[in-house]
């Protein structure tokens, strides 16, 4: 069956360093996959999108990668901020662009 | 521009009572969809409208569940009668519809069924 997974532990990181959050599919061919932020009590925001014929994807200090081969997705925020505290949602875009389906997120804290 | 709205922001409801979600999409947004997030699970697909017409409601658990979205704007979720495991947070997002459009949630409607 198809299956997205999402570290749903907590990510713990220091201020000022590199988070890298990962996301693994089984079972899908997506076109194209998307990464969303949650705040608490809030909906997802979207921000970034990848191709499934792009490697590598920014967006100021986000940093998207999408490997076909690997059906992994890496998520990379540099220089974190407390305020990049939220939980990151990765979302598969496949056989047509009307379903989406996401993994459950990963919790990253960004420690002062 | 404004956001997806919904409405209620909370709702607690007693097992076997009815209960209607309401969702405003961004103006101009024909793509509206219904996603709900039970504690601890992902945000699981329920269905998805293109104008007033229901692309794909592959997701919608059981008959219990009533979605509708006149004229192509506002729609409803309704849920008769609600049932213990209906509790969770339902999201709308709503979307341009062009390839690699992005969904643009409201803030949900967190239910719970005592």
């Known amino acids: 069956s198809q299956k997205i997974e999402q570290n749903s532990e907590a990510l713990n990181i220091q201020e000022g360093k590199t988070a890298t959050l990962t996301c693994n599919y089984t079972?899908?061919?997506?076109?194209?996959l998307q990464w969303y932020r949650q705040d608490p009590g809030r909906g997802p925001v979207f921000l970034l999108l990848?191709?499934?014929?792009?490697k590598e994807k920014r967006k100021e200090r986000l940093k998207v990668t999408f490997d076909t081969t690997l059906k992994q997705s890496l998520f990379h925020i540099t220089a974190s901020q407390p305020a990049d505290s939220a939980t990151y949602l990765c979302?598969?875009?496949?056989?047509?662009?009307?379903?989406?389906?996401f993994g459950i997120g990963t919790k990253l804290q960004v420690i002062p | 521009e404004a956001g997806v709205t919904q409405f209620p922001s909370h709702s607690v409801i007693e097992k076997g009572q009815t209960v209607t979600l309401r969702c405003d999409p961004i103006?101009?947004?024909?793509?509206l969809y219904w996603y709900r997030r039970v504690m601890g699970k992902e945000i699981k697909f329920l269905l998805h409208?293109?104008?007033?017409?229901?692309?794909?409601e592959s997701g919608m658990p059981n008959n219990r569940f009533l979605a509708e979205r006149t004229g192509g704007t506002y729609s409803t979720l309704k849920v008769q009668p609600a049932e213990l495991e209906d509790s969770g947070v339902y999201f709308c997002?709503?979307?341009?519809?062009?390839?690699?459009?992005?969904?643009?949630f409201g803030n949900g409607t967190r239910l719970t069924v005592t």
């Open positions: 997002a709503s979307s341009l519809g062009r390839e690699h459009s992005p969904l643009h």
């Open positions: 079972n899908y061919s997506p076109a194209y």
């Open positions: 990848i191709r499934e014929n792009e």
């Open positions: 979302a598969l875009f496949s056989g047509g662009y009307q379903k989406v389906t």
């Open positions: 103006s101009g947004h024909d793509n």
């Open positions: 409208f293109v104008k007033e017409s229901k692309q794909d």
